[in-house]
């Protein structure tokens, strides 16, 4: 049985009881293991029913002018601020993350259609000059096809909108299978996506339907929908075993990825820092989101001279953390996402006591909330490590910090570069020469570099992504568009002869 409350939440943002009651796939809620829904999942034959429409829809939008395209965009970020507090708070109730968690990834989504707006009158191509006489080079970008879109559990909306806002102003069709622990914010943004293709049509432009779809279902139904030949280009957000599995899948029939996967994300905290902020930047990195961000914060490399002043400056602003229903307004920290993370957590800690040698400085058990039994509420915990070893070299999806300190600046950027992830990095320094060498060619080896700032929290202006075993896709801003198209060079030749390049002769 729905609990009523819940059943309450996903009504306001217009899922009827019978979208979200009868069907296969269950949904639990993180906040106190609640049953929220049953969704209809779909099958192999529903995604070529899917991938079918989604051709169909492709054939049409792509010949509609990327600026109309844009205006669809614009009216999606309108319905988005209209229900930025109902999907916000339906985030949290599905995913765990805290309120202002909830509200802040729907801003992402309203970010990024602001972003694709402006996008819309600029898809730029280059002109060429060619080496032949009367002849005109340019390059041209063309809509790609219907593209595939599959998300992590972690930001359940977010990364649909990275993806569909910028595919949508390319020409694009979208095919979204959204994780199975989240489909019900995924079948809202469904809701909100029709509204504004509603308005785009009173507005009287023509629009295929089946623009963008959302596809229910498990890994069978994303393997099916990773295979399909249709869909040239798959965006995959998830572990990085997932990316490997689906890289390889794609590669076989020559389609094009853009994964997005798991990350092991660094700060650097030198001796100039100050160590004020670099605290605050810690805990967030660290514990937002209870540690469920690709970009969390897992390892803290600390200069020996700070080391004593940090500590437990860290542990003591941990022991203030509210841990609590992310429901609450004052909740910092939420739930785990469910039992296998509490597990996959507990085992972590396991490792890094007995086999790493690490001392527990902090945290690492559950917080039993009357009321709220079924959730997996756990305190952050700190783990001071003898090295960077073992568990600490792979990414445990669970508020761990791991501490090791550094005497040397190489030997840091060495720690920090020596994992194989490459997502998100960062160094709190107050000196010039180490925040540029950071941020050099010899420095971070990640997707993200910041300087003073935390790992996570990254903003859509730039394009988002990671290197190595994070798979080395880029999304959202910067010119990541060009992965939703085809590049396509043109040469004109208006000349009336036909001069060979690089000035073959060819008599006949
Ligand atoms: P997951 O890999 O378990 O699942 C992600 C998605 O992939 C789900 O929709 C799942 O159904 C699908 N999937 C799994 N195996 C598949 C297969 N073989 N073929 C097709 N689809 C398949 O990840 P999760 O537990 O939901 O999310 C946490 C992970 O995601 C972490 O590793 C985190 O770092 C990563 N993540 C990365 C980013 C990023 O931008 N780099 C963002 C968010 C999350």
């Known amino acids: 049985m729905i609990h009523p409350a819940h059943r309450t939440i996903s009504a306001a943002t217009g899922l009827s009881d019978a979208e979200i009651s009868g069907g296969d796939l269950t949904v639990f809620s993180p906040v106190d293991g609640a049953m929220i829904g049953a969704v209809r999942s779909a099958d192999a034959s529903g995604v070529e029913t899917f991938v079918g429409r989604a051709r169909r829809a492709f054939a049409v939008w792509r010949a509609v002018p990327a600026p109309i395209r844009g205006e669809l965009v614009r009216l999606l970020g309108e319905e988005l601020r209209a229900a930025k507090d109902d999907l916000g708070r339906l985030v949290s109730l599905e995913s765990g993350k805290i309120l202002a968690e909830g509200r802040g990834e729907v801003q992402e989504m309203i970010d990024i259609c602001d972003f694709a707006v402006g996008l819309s009158r600029q898809l730029y191509g280059l002109t060429m000059a060619s080496e032949r006489p009367g002849h005109h080079m340019r390059e041209v970008w063309h809509p790609i096809g219907p593209v595939a879109v599959i998300t992590a559990f972690n930001f359940p909306v977010a990364v649909w909108a990275w993806n569909a806002a910028l595919a949508l102003v390319c020409g694009d069709s979208v095919v979204w299978k959204p994780s199975e622990k989240t489909p019900l914010t995924a079948l809202a943004c469904q809701k909100i996506f029709d509204r504004a293709m509603a308005r785009f049509r009173a507005g009287g432009h023509d629009a295929p339907d089946h623009l963008s779809q959302v596809l229910i279902g498990g890994r069978e139904v994303g393997a099916a929908l990773v295979d399909h030949p249709d869909v040239p280009l798959v965006s995959a957000t998830g572990s990085t075993a997932m990316g490997r599995a689906v890289a390889r899948r794609v590669a076989d029939r020559?389609?094009?990825?853009?994964?997005?996967?798991?990350?092991?994300?660094?700060?650097?905290?030198?001796?100039?820092?100050?160590?004020?902020?670099?605290?605050?930047?810690?805990?967030?990195?660290?514990?937002?989101?209870?540690?469920?961000?690709?970009?969390?914060?897992?390892?803290?490399?600390?200069?020996?001279?700070?080391?004593?002043?940090?500590?437990?400056?860290l542990v003591s602003a941990y022991e203030s953390l509210?841990?609590?229903?992310?429901?609450?307004?004052?909740?910092?920290?939420?739930?785990?996402?469910?039992?296998?993370?509490?597990?996959?957590?507990?085992?972590?800690?396991?490792?890094?006591?007995?086999?790493?040698?690490?001392?527990?400085?902090?945290?690492?058990?559950?917080?039993?909330?009357?009321?709220?039994?079924?959730?997996?509420?756990?305190?952050?915990?700190?783990?001071?490590?003898?090295?960077?070893?073992?568990?600490?070299?792979?990414?445990?999806?669970?508020?761990?910090?791991?501490?090791?300190?550094?005497?040397?600046?190489?030997?840091?950027?060495?720690?920090?570069?020596?994992?194989?992830?490459?997502?998100?990095?960062?160094?709190?320094?107050?000196?010039?020469?180490?925040?540029?060498?950071?941020?050099?060619?010899?420095?971070?080896?990640?997707?993200?570099?910041?300087?003073?700032?935390?790992?996570?929290?990254?903003?859509?202006?730039?394009?988002?992504?990671?290197?190595?075993?994070?798979?080395?896709?880029?999304?959202s801003g910067s010119d990541s568009w060009k992965a939703y198209m085809r590049r396509q060079t043109q040469t004109v030749n208006f000349s009336g002869a036909l001069p060979l390049a690089q000035g073959v002769e060819f008599g006949i």
Do not use: W
């Open 254 to 313: 020559l389609g094009r990825s853009l994964l997005e996967l798991g990350g092991n994300n660094a700060m650097i905290v030198a001796p100039s820092a100050d160590l004020s902020l670099a605290v605050r930047a810690i805990v967030f990195g660290a514990v937002g989101t209870a540690g469920q961000r690709c970009t969390t914060l897992r390892r803290l490399i600390v200069h020996e001279s700070v080391r004593a002043q940090l500590l437990p400056a």
């Open 322 to 475: 509210k841990i609590g229903s992310p429901l609450s307004p004052e909740t910092l920290v939420g739930p785990l996402i469910d039992k296998a993370a509490f597990e996959a957590m507990q085992d972590a800690l396991m490792q890094a006591r007995d086999l790493c040698g690490g001392t527990i400085l902090c945290g690492g058990d559950r917080v039993d909330l009357p009321g709220l039994e079924g959730g997996y509420y756990v305190r952050p915990a700190i783990v001071d490590m003898p090295a960077q070893t073992g568990v600490m070299l792979h990414e445990t999806f669970a508020p761990i910090l791991y501490v090791v300190g550094y005497t040397d600046f190489d030997a840091a950027l060495a720690i920090q570069n020596g994992v194989t992830q490459g997502l998100s990095s960062c160094i709190f320094t107050n000196d010039l020469a180490e925040a540029e060498a950071f941020a050099s060619a010899r420095g971070s080896d990640c997707g993200i570099a910041n300087v003073n700032i935390g790992p996570s929290g990254a903003e859509i202006g730039g394009a988002f992504g990671g290197e190595k075993d994070t798979g080395g896709g880029r999304e």
